[in-house]
């Protein structure tokens, strides 16, 4: 693979400016049971990501949204906001961070490229929202080669707007990293991979990290949900 790319924002855009990515549109986002569990995150009102509810006060994202782009530093989490739902001005709740916990494995590397296969990161609310008014979005184990995956998503492009990308083929699985053929753009870092299978809740398989080149194809990184993500959701917690 050549390429290979972290994928959170650098700027914070507010209003979108761009053509929706293939399979994008609100109205299969809304189709999607418990879309509202994902949110924008607001990095200190100058950068972007993508995180997911996947507990009433955690949220799962990637690692690298901790860390400056421009300069590699780390955010302090306390400067984070996460905006569940949100759709144009308005989300189904917003939440400060108090607490972030990333995967033990994860060294960030200031030359842009992103780490796979360790990227993930769990975001402690200041208070927990209702599960009646969002439904955390369940796990499960990485899926296969050649399983069919959506991604849900905010981008640089259309901030204020969820993203999806359906019926994307997993290209590979190797360990902890997945390779998927979902185009996702800048401010899809910590996108929630999800499995959907009709009459059943979407599940949260792996969380997106970057997008990349692999034979001349656009495709998209993501790092598997395995049994690190429960050590972290309990140091987080």
Not at 3 to 21: D, S, V, Y
Not at 41 to 62: E, F, H, Q, R, W
Not at 84 to 102: P, T
Not at 217 to 225: D, L, P, Q, Y
Request: with cysteine; hydrophobic share 40%.
């Amino acid at each position: 693979m050549r390429r290979l790319l972290g994928i959170a924002a650098a700027a914070l855009i507010t209003c979108g400016a761009g053509n929706a990515l293939a399979g994008g549109g609100q109205a299969q986002v809304q189709s999607v049971p418990g879309w509202e569990a994902v949110g924008r995150l607001n990095i200190s009102g100058k950068a972007m990501c993508t995180g997911s509810l996947i507990a009433p006060d955690l949220v799962l994202t990637a690692a690298h949204c901790l860390y400056n782009p421009q300069n590699g530093r780390a955010v302090n989490p306390r400067r984070i906001k996460f905006e569940a739902g949100l759709n144009g001005r308005q989300s189904k709740a917003q939440r400060k961070v108090v607490k972030a916990v990333q995967h033990p494995g994860y060294e960030h590397r200031t030359n842009g490229r992103a780490q796979t296969g360790y990227d993930l990161a769990v975001l402690r609310l200041d208070r927990p929202i209702s599960p009646q008014k969002i439904r955390p979005l369940a796990l499960a184990a990485a899926p296969g080669r050649g399983d069919s995956v959506d991604v849900l998503f905010y981008s640089y492009h259309k901030a204020t707007t969820l993203n999806r990308q359906n019926a994307c083929q997993v290209l590979a699985a190797r360990q902890a990293m997945l390779v998927t053929t979902c185009l996702v753009d800048f401010g899809a870092s910590g996108s929630p991979v999800l499995q959907l299978q009709p009459g059943r809740p979407p599940r949260l398989v792996s969380v997106i990290s970057a997008k990349a080149r692999m034979g001349g194809k656009r495709v998209s990184i993501a790092t598997g949900v395995n049994h690190a993500l429960h050590d972290l959701m309990r140091k987080a917690g």
